[in-house]
Structures are given as C-alpha cells and as structure tokens.
C-alpha cells in the first residue's frame, strides 16, 4: 500500500488495521520509534538527542536569553501526529 491509502485508511496486509503505525508508509518510514521533540516551538523532531541542529537551537535560544524549551522523547507516532517533520539533520 502506498501513503495515499493509508491516509484514506486501509487496512494494512500485516495486521488488517487501518491507519496502523508500523506500517504506515512514506515520509516516515525508516525512523526510530522514539524521536525527540523540543517542547513548544519547534515542528521538527530529531531523530537523536545528539542532533547538531537540536544543539545548535538551544544555544540560539540561551544566547537571546530565551528560556530552553524541554527536550522530550516521544514515539515517532505522537511525532506524527502534529504538523511535525523529520530534522533534516542526522
Ligand atoms: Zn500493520
Ligand atoms: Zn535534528
């Protein structure tokens, strides 16, 4: 089944649930089950808490004087949920 499908909720061959997240196909495919998110204002999330770009937007934040977002762990179906996209980083 491709993206399309899923979206539109068929069933998957493996387990004959719709909208089931393993098998969900397209952009996410590939990823960990948990990925990281920082709380509050970004729509990206990280696939590690080593992420340079996760770094490097923390120390843009406390240069400003910005108060730091929380890192959190979530599983890569909560990331999905939002309008969340995959850091480009590694
Ligand atoms: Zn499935
Ligand atoms: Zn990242």
New binding site residues.
């Given amino acids: 089944m491709n993206e399309e499908d899923w979206n539109q909720g068929v069933p998957c061959d493996m387990h004959e649930e719709p909208w089931c997240s393993p098998c969900r196909p397209g952009k996410f495919a590939g990823y960990p089950t948990t990925v990281y998110i920082t709380q509050g204002w970004s729509n990206?999330f990280?696939i590690s808490l080593e992420?340079t770009?996760?770094a490097s937007g923390q120390a843009a934040v406390q240069r400003n004087g910005g108060t730091l977002a929380p890192v959190v762990a979530v599983s890569i179906a909560k990331a999905q949920e939002g309008a969340t996209q995959a850091?480009p980083?590694p």
Wanted: hydrophobic fraction near 45%; glycine fraction near 0%.
């Fill in positions: 990206k990280h992420c770009a996760l850091c980083m």
